[in-house]
Nanobody, 120 residues
Framework: QVQLAESGGGSVQAGGSLRLSCKAS?????MAWFRQAPGKEREGVAA???????TYAESVKGRFTVSRDNAENTLWLLMNSLKPEDTATYYC?????????????????WGQGTQVTVSS
């Protein structure tokens, strides 16, 4: 099973930016970012396959950018124009050929999560 390790979380004021990183122990076809706020379900944020096809949740379109380096098995999430509602624990996840790339049930490996806090 692929091991995933996130980094790059932190605290920022609204309007600021953060870049998250995720290092995978092996290649995976599809990788994604999910987030979970206290008392809420884990939701898909952005996904990217090995060919660079990207999918975003409506709430982050135009603000977040997902990218990956297949040779380094690394995934990133650049988050701009952050809002207080983006506050959550962000998780990196891996899947083979998910039918729905932002469905958490399609993913079999998860990182430990990294906290992002956006203050108003």
């Amino acid at each position: 099973q692929v091991q995933l390790a996130e980094s790059g979380g932190g605290s920022v004021q609204a309007g600021g930016s953060l870049r998250l990183s995720c290092k995978a122990s092996a290649y995976t076809y599809n990788m994604a970012w999910f987030r979970q706020a206290p008392g809420k379900e884990r939701e898909g944020v952005a996904a990217i396959d090995r060919f660079g096809t990207r999918t975003y949740a409506e709430s982050v379109k135009g603000r977040f950018t997902v990218s990956r380096d297949n040779a380094e098995n690394t995934l990133w999430l650049l988050m701009n124009s952050l809002k207080p509602e983006d506050t959550a624990t962000y998780y990196c996840a891996a899947a083979d050929w998910p039918e729905s790339v932002l469905n958490r049930n399609e993913y079999y490996s998860w990182g430990q999560g990294t906290q992002v806090t956006v203050s108003s």
